[in-house]
């Protein structure tokens, strides 16, 4: 049982630092497009393309995010309802008393 619970937990883990790197690349993607933006209106207009590629870059990263985070939510589901099971299992085997 505690082995499978450190599995849920390793799963989730490894889930959550990924959804963490996605997230964070968005967030720089969305910073790196307003800073592109403003460069290429400025200097060059043949820069056009990079603003649209960092913005498609970002969203792609938060959409990635997004559903990673839907199996972790589900993850998270699944090992919380074993652990309430676990918990009832040792409560009614050690607690054999009537109340």
């Not at 619970?5 to 996605?22: E, F, Q």
């Not at 060059?44 to 498609?56: A, C, K, N, Q």
Request: charged share 20%; glycine share 8%.
């Amino acid at each position: 049982m505690l082995l499978s619970m450190l599995d849920y937990s390793g799963r989730r883990a490894r889930i959550l630092a990924r959804v963490m790197i996605s997230f964070y690349l968005a967030a720089g993607a969305f910073v790196f497009t307003s800073v592109a933006i403003g460069v290429a209106s400025v200097l060059v207009e043949r820069l056009s393309w990079l603003p649209v590629s960092l913005g498609i870059g970002g969203a792609l990263c938060m959409s990635y995010g997004g559903l990673r985070l839907i199996f972790e939510a589900k993850l998270s589901e699944e090992s919380l309802l074993e652990e309430i099971r676990f918990v009832e299992k040792s409560a009614a085997r050690h607690n054999r008393q009537p109340i």
